[in-house]
């Protein structure tokens, strides 16, 4: 494993410890000398600084180990909610794909992702500056029809690919990639129209269906 | 696509058992199917099983000009590649039958998205002729279409008609008899990677079958057991050789062969239609729109169902069917006029008794079996299936199980089991067949069970509703614990059966104002089964009782159930009513509803009466109903629950009263 690889894991257990105070572990027990950086080369490299009692980032490796942990969360996203791998394969894709996620793929991601605020684990992703902005103009890019409010428009991104029977049952009924769809109803069920007809689905399949969302649409 | 042989108008091959040509009709659901096949075939109609399914097959003849076609009506399908039965049987028609002419419905408005299951037929090499239905809505829109473009891009004959007004059916009638093959057809293009696969696999496929090679390739690459099990069973091929070309396939596509194909045949079918299909922009909604939204809206849907039921069932079904038009037929021409004559009649040519009871008198086969077939079931279930085929050609139904769904995800079904419940109003045992349109069987044996235990027929609604017309508090209890029980059973049931939950995805059709004819004829074919499956019940049940009384074994039956009736707070002679019902969910309710007329049941009993004979017993007809789509053993021990249940509830209801104090 390259060098950078191995810090950007330890800046990842770390966070955890420091950031997050998950378990109660000997900070010098997190790293594996096999696979991170030992707590001597991050200091060298002026990225944590030794305390009483402890150590502590600094603020260049803070900012370091956030951003890290944010591709490793948002690269577990990914895997999950698009590509629907398992639990452990997703686990390994997300820690070889979060290193050579470059910034800009990184946003596009993040955008594709629709904004996620939390991984698949429910643990928090630091935002980025995408999200801020987003979040200001109160848009998401892609989010599920179950998310949409009732009359909004949009085009269908992607039908999630988990279940292929329920992709293969929507794909049937026209419910397609590049296709303007209105959300007309959002309770008790879901209804929606594409084209000149109208589906009614439950939030199973209403949460399977991604959708760009139109941003005047307000 | 490959080329196919010149003109074979005259040449081709005909339907085997009739010699006729024969024509397939195929489509989406809600394009009208129906509709036309009632246009072309008029009302001789058969419907009949598809071999070793349960979905059924609609079938006529059509008479064009001198000659004549044999028709076959397929149920709805979205794709040559099935999800449900259904579809697998629409496929199975095309693949094992030959046709002479395969008419692909379409919804005209909606062409661009169905044109791609047309596609696949153009490329699966069937004789097809694309029928752009509903073309007179399509008007409405302002759209567009141009027959003669699509007609040259598809090779294939277009015809624009619409199936209600019968507008265009001539102009489809004289295509179909001067139908003739095109020289080049369109055509899919998958891809290099794709298309390398088919035309590798396609030499390998079956020949002779109803669908071209390239189709079956096509289907073998996306998976579909079923062709995969016919090629392989197709001696002298190496199973190697499919899988590994599959497996090269696969490993060479960046996206799932699931995806990549409809993909491929929409956007073919986007480029066809960008140039012959022409919609307008945005218009207002119109109001048949907005009343749609309210429907679906529950603070407007609510109500409008309220109305629907008040209207539909209450005043229509209830004062309507079972009020004036059994009192006239049963009190006036039966009671009056045919049961006296028919009894005055035994009496005076008939020496032996025991077969004058047979034929009238108290149970007899006319006093009692036709009777109650005609003159009480008959106006009740008449006016059900009147109403039921209104509210459902207006497209109410979808709508209805949009906003139930989420209740019925709790009692392990979805909304779409919306259909059979509401039809089990008006006979629980045509509700039990229809019940197998569910997608799971799990679905499918919880539905069967609600029907069979919580859902009171028309003919049962309409005694137990005269029975507690003047006390209103033994009407709202037995309300109240008919729907608690519905939704109890049904919630424990989804809890005891395990299985996946069920997904609810529905079409929502536009709300149409139901057409006369159509409602005639979907009444009229429902009013047929009813009687051909139901009369030879009652028939058979009044030889039952017949026999039950002369030989004393009711007698028997009686003194054992008399103890039971005690311990649920009733008067003894509940006991034959609860018998009889047996025979006949009804029966048991008339006998009760004498019972309470004389004055013998008390507010409280009446309750608990009610409230046992809703739950107790499918009726004879259901209960075979139920062994026919469930299976013996599975039918048996739902009888087993119901019975102890039935009577478990009445004494609890019974206790409860008496417990609490009140006097309904």
Redesign the interface.
């Known amino acids: 494993m390259k060098t950078n690889e191995r810090i950007e894991e330890s800046l990842e257990k770390l966070w955890e410890q420091l950031e997050e105070n998950s378990g109660g572990n000997m900070l010098s027990e997190i790293l594996d000398p096999e696979q991170n950086a030992s707590l001597e080369t991050l200091e060298e490299k002026g990225l944590i600084e030794k305390i009483q009692g402890g150590i502590r980032f600094t603020e260049t490796g803070r900012e370091e180990a956030r951003l890290a942990i944010r591709r490793h969360r948002l690269s577990e996203r990914l895997f999950h909610d698009i590509i629907e791998t398992n639990q452990d394969d997703m686990e390994e894709a997300a820690c070889q794909f979060e290193h050579v996620v470059k910034k800009e793929i990184e946003e596009e991601i993040c955008r594709l992702l629709g904004h996620p605020e939390t991984c698949p684990h429910g643990k928090p992703i630091p935002p980025g500056s995408c999200c801020q902005k987003a979040r200001l103009s109160g848009d998401k890019f892609v989010a599920s029809l179950a998310s949409l409010k009732r009359g909004e428009k949009g085009i269908i991104a992607y039908i999630k690919a988990g279940d292929s029977k329920k992709l293969q049952k929507l794909m049937a009924m026209g419910i397609l990639p590049g296709n303007p769809i209105t959300l007309t109803h959002a309770f008790p069920s879901f209804a929606f129209t594409v084209g000149y007809s109208q589906y009614a689905v439950d939030r199973d399949m209403a949460e399977a269906i991604y959708v760009k969302r139109s941003v005047h649409a307000k | 696509m490959s080329e196919q042989s010149s003109c074979s108008c005259h040449g081709g091959k005909t339907c085997e058992e009739t010699g006729l040509k024969k024509i397939v009709m195929v489509g989406n659901p809600n394009v009208g199917k129906s509709a036309l096949f009632n246009r072309l075939t008029g009302s001789y109609v058969t419907v009949s099983n598809y071999p070793g399914t349960t979905v059924e097959v609609s079938q006529g003849k059509c008479k064009i000009d001198s000659d004549e076609y044999f028709v076959e009506d397929t149920p709805g399908m ?2 040559l ?1 099935p ?1 449900t039965e259904e579809e697998r049987v629409s496929r199975d028609i095309l693949l094992n039958g030959k046709s002479d002419v395969v008419l692909c419905v379409v ?1 005209a ?2 062409l ?3 044109l ?1 299951l047309a596609l696949q037929l153009v490329e699966a090499s069937l004789p097809v002729i694309l029928v752009l239905n509903m073309m007179d809505e399509a008007n409405r ?1 302002d759209i567009l279409i141009d027959e003669g473009g699509l007609e040259k891009k598809l090779g294939v004959p277009v015809v624009g008609i619409s199936a209600l007004s019968g507008k265009g059916v001539d102009v489809l009638k004289s295509r179909i008899h001067s139908y003739c093959r095109q020289e080049s057809t369109a055509e899919v293009f998958y891809g290099d990677t794709l298309e390398g696969a088919i035309n590798a696999l396609a030499p390998v496929m079956p020949a002779e079958t109803g669908l071209s090679q390239r189709a079956l390739a096509l289907l073998l690459i996306q998976n579909d057991p079923h062709i995969s099990e016919l090629v392989r069973s197709v001696e002298g091929h190496s199973p190697e050789f499919l899988d590994s070309t599959i497996a090269e396939l696969e490993k060479n596509l960046v996206e ?1 062969v ?2 990549t194909v ?2 491929m045949q ?1 956007s073919t079918a986007e480029d066809i239609c960008n140039e012959a299909f022409n ?1 307008p922009a945005d218009r207002e909604p119109s109001f048949a729109q907005r009343l ?2 309210w429907t ?3 603070l407007t849907g609510i109500p409008i169902l309220m109305i629907v039921l008040y209207y539909g069932l209450y005043k229509f079904v209830g004062s309507f069917g079972a009020g004036t038009i059994v009192g006239f037929l049963e009190e006036d021409i039966f009671g009056k006029y045919l049961s006296p004559w028919i009894n005055e009649m035994l009496m005076a040519y008939v020496p032996w008794g025991p077969l004058r009871e047979l034929i009238g008198m108290q149970y007899g086969i006319v006093t009692l079996g036709i009777r109650y077939a005609i003159a009480i079931i008959l106006p009740i279930v008449g006016t059900f299936f009147i109403a039921f085929s209104i509210i459902e050609d207006t497209g109410y139904l ?2 209805l ?6 209740i019925f ?1 709790k009692i392990g079904l ?2 779409r089991a919306v259909i059979p419940m509401t039809l089990g109003f008006g006979c629980d045992t045509m509700a039990t067949m229809v019940t197998r349109t569910l997608e799971t069987k799990r679905e499918r044996i919880i539905a069967t069970l609600l029907l069979a235990l919580a859902i009171p027929c028309s003919a049962q609604l309409g005694v137990v509703l005269g029975m507690v017309a003047n006390n209103r508090a033994a009407m709202a209890v037995w309300a109240v614990f008919m729907i608690g029980i519905f939704l109890l059973v049904g919630f424990l049931t989804a809890r005891l059966m395990p299985g996946d ?1 069920p ?8 709300l149409r104002m139901p057409r006369p004819g159509a409602v005639f004829i979907k009444t009229y074919t429902r009013m047929q089964w009813y009687f051909m499956e139901i009369l030879p019940m009652f028939i058979l049940a009044s030889v039952m009782i017949w026999l039950g009384n002369i030989t004393d074994t009711f007698k028997v039956v009686v003194s054992w159930l008399s103890p039971v009736m005690g311990l649920i707070g009733l008067p003894k002679e509940a006991a034959v009513a609860f018998l009889f019902g047996f025979f006949r969910r009804d029966y048991g309710a008339a006998g009760l509803y004498d019972l309470q007329k004389a004055g013998a049941l008390s507010g409280n009993q009446l309750a608990v009466a009610v409230i046992t004979l809703t739950l107790f017993v499918p009726c004879i007809a259901q209960f075979l109903m139920m062994k026919k789509e469930r299976g013996l053993k599975m039918a048996c021990m739902m009888a087993l629950f119901i019975f102890p249940f039935a009577f478990l509830v009445g004494g609890l209801v019974n206790v409860l009263l008496n417990v609490t104090g009140i006097q309904l």
């Open positions: 979205y794709s590649l999800i919804d408005k909606n661009k998205r169905m791609s829109l799932p699931g995806y409809p993909m929409h919609p749609s939204d679906m809206e529950p979808p709508r199980a949009m906003m139930v769904d989420r995800k979805n909304g939950r997904n609810f995805y529905m079409e929502v059709p536009p």
